[in-house]
Each structure stands twice: as C-alpha cells, then as structure tokens.
C-alpha cells in the first residue's frame, strides 16, 4: 500500500525587503524550494497577518521562518503563535524552527530569549553537533548554514537539549524530544539571497564593517542540503508511526 503524502505547513512570520523579494521570492517559497526533495505537500499561514491554522493537525510538519521582529516584542499576533506551539506540542505534531521559529518555540516553552551583547551574526557560520539523537538519524559532521540574527536564545526551556552549539552561539539548535527541531540560522536562505540580504542593510541596520565580515564568511561551505535531509528524516519517522 503506497504511504499517504504529508503535508509540511509553513507559518510565515516575515518577509524579505520588497526590492529582493520580486527577485528571490518570499519565505516560504525559499523553505519549499529548499525541501523541495521532499515527498510532501506545502501549505503555508501568514501568522503576521494575524492568520494562523485552524488546527496543529492540519500539517504533519510545522516549519516557523525567520523574521524581522524579535520574540519579545509586542505585536499582536505572538501570544497566539505561542498558545499554537503550544497545542503542538500537546497534539503531537512535529516543528521545525528556524531563527525567529528557533527563538518562538523557546519562548513559548518557557525559555528566554534576549539581544546577544555578542553582536551580529551573519554569513555562514558553523557549529558543532553535541548529544544527537539516535531517531534523527546519521549524524551530519557540523552544522554550517546561514546567519543572520542579533537574538539569541540564552535560557533553553526545560526539556529542552542543545543540538549543535558554537562560542558565538552556545543555542544554534536544540533538540526537543517527540516534538521539535529549531536552528539559529537559516537552512532555507541559499547565499544569492544572503548575500543580497547582506548588501540592502549596508549602512542603515548594518554597519559596512558588518556586512563585510557577513560576506567574507560566504566563503564558508553550507551543508543547507543535509539539514533538509534531518527534515525528511522526521517525517519518515511519522510516516512509521502512522503505518
């Protein structure tokens, strides 16, 4: 009997500047595109238009983007973002966080989230892998994605475990056990756009000295396509327990 297509959902809670986004694309096309290998249908919520699914249900796989805002901030639509994580966590339903979405699912869990003294981080930065779950898979060697972030998260929820970790970022991914995956950075931004990203701050969020190291660090190799792969590995696992 041929396994039922899942559905990975994508909740947008930002949107790259206009100019690059008649270029790039927005958010969510770059996660589907990214995890465009994967078996699976995509629907995606604009949760920073106050639309959030009906129900945890509706996906098989959460996937929350990145974004301009900072968790703590006040804007209407985080407290229902966090009651939502919530109710996935309760229903069983599988997350991926990425940046803002690493930092939501902290704080929704009762982590804390703050603007690092550390500075900016951005370009591709690496980190290494610690304590990793035997159900994820093969380990990757590092993890080495996209960075673009002041946040960070600087108190993990209990329950909580730290994935991969690096002396910039001591939270580059934690691991909630039967629940979510969340990532510092950026798996979904492929370096045109990260790049792009970098050069329409330059003097204004960004200073010059900034976005040259950002650009200096391209140079790095990014493993994006292996951290998609992590991201099929929690489905299969999904499928098997629905079979």
Same mark, same amino acid.
Do not use: M, R
């Given at each position: 009997m041929a396994q039922t297509k899942l559905t990975i959902g994508? =909740?947008?809670?930002?949107r790259p500047p206009e100019e690059l986004k008649q270029v790039y694309g927005d958010y969510p096309g770059m996660v589907a595109s990214w995890l465009g290998d994967l078996d699976a249908n995509f629907v995606s919520y604009p949760v =920073?238009?106050?639309?959030?699914?009906?129900?945890?249900?509706? %996906?098989? =796989?959460?996937?929350?983007?990145g974004s301009k805002f900072g968790a703590y901030e006040d804007h209407p639509w985080i407290p229902p973002l966090e009651d939502f994580i919530r109710a996935c966590k309760q229903e069983n339903v599988m997350m991926f966080g990425i940046c803002f979405g690493h930092q939501m699912i902290a704080q929704a869990l009762g982590g804390v989230v703050r603007k690092?003294?550390? &500075?900016?981080?951005l370009g591709v930065h690496e980190y290494d892998f610690k304590n990793w779950p035997a159900e994820l898979g093969q380990q990757p060697?590092?993890? %080495?994605?996209? %960075?673009?972030? *002041?946040? *960070?998260?600087?108190?993990?929820?209990?329950? $909580?475990?730290?994935?991969?970790?690096s002396?910039?970022?001591?939270? %580059? $991914?934690?691991?909630?056990?039967?629940? $979510?995956?969340?990532? *510092? &950075?950026?798996?979904?931004f492929a370096k045109p756009y990260a790049s792009a990203l970098l050069e329409s701050r330059r003097g204004t969020v960004l200073s010059d000295k900034d976005v040259d190291q950002g650009q200096e660090n391209m140079a790095i190799a990014d493993n994006r396509?292996?951290? $998609?792969? =992590?991201? &099929? *590995?929690i489905l299969r696992n999904k499928q098997s327990q629905m079979a």
């Open positions: 994508i =909740l947008e809670t930002g =920073l238009d106050n639309e959030l699914p009906p129900s945890p249900t509706e %996906a098989d =796989l959460w996937v929350i983007t690092s003294t550390k &500075g900016w981080g060697e590092n993890l %080495a994605i996209q %960075a673009y972030h *002041q946040d *960070q998260v600087e108190e993990i929820p209990d329950g $909580a475990e730290i994935l991969a970790s002396p910039f970022c001591e939270a %580059a $991914a934690l691991w909630y056990p039967g629940f $979510a995956i969340t990532v *510092q &950075g950026h798996p979904e396509a292996s951290i $998609a792969t =992590l991201v &099929g *590995q």
